[in-house]
């Protein structure tokens, strides 16, 4: 899995610049996804695909969670009906899938990076153009230091995790 850095540029050339640099230091194209208002001419940068732009990995995010919490929500109640019927299988069952369900909620809360397209809305409405940069983990502090000492006018703007796979 990969960490999705986001950069935001004042303008297109900015971002061909950083396209550039980013690839001299490694970084394949194929990782690269440029998005911007309609009517900026992003010419030869790398496009987001539509479910980038559409923001996929939100609606995944939010559908796990929801998931988690109608389990949680389902095995609530099996306890309180096992209360009823004095089930201690049920009861012990029932707790255990509260505190899985629990403590990965948490985990999934507290561990995974959650910036999102939507934060960028306002900026991509005014002109600027957002890049996203999809990196392995063990580098991902060494490629935003390297992009805030080249390009100081890019916007350095948080992670999020990306599956390797789907187009996303």
């Keep these: 899995m990969k960490r999705r850095l986001y ?5 297109p050339a900015a971002t061909r610049a950083a396209v550039r ?5 490694g970084v394949d194209r194929i990782y690269m996804h ?4 309609d009517g900026i001419d992003l010419g030869d940068l790398p496009p ?5 732009r559409r923001d996929l990995l939100r609606r995944v995010e939010r559908t796990l969670w929801d998931g988690n919490l109608a389990v949680f ?77 080249l390009h100081p006018d890019a916007v350095t703007g948080g992670s999020a995790w990306t599956p390797d796979a789907f187009g996303v």
Excluded: K, W
């Design 7 to 11: 950069f935001l540029f004042p303008d």
């Design 21 to 25: 640099d980013l690839g001299s230091i």
């Design 73 to 149: 929500g389902l095995a609530f109640a099996g306890l309180i009906i096992s209360l009823g019927y004095h089930n201690l299988a049920g009861m012990v069952l029932s707790g255990a899938v509260m505190i899985v369900t629990f403590v990965s909620g948490t985990l999934f809360a507290m561990r995974t990076p959650t910036t999102h397209l939507d934060e960028f809305r306002s900026a991509l409405h005014h002109g600027e153009v957002l890049l996203m940069v999809d990196v392995s983990r063990d580098c991902m502090e060494d490629v935003e230091e390297y992009m805030r000492r």
């Design 48 to 52: 987001a695909t539509e479910r980038q």
């Design 34 to 37: 440029a998005v911007a208002r």
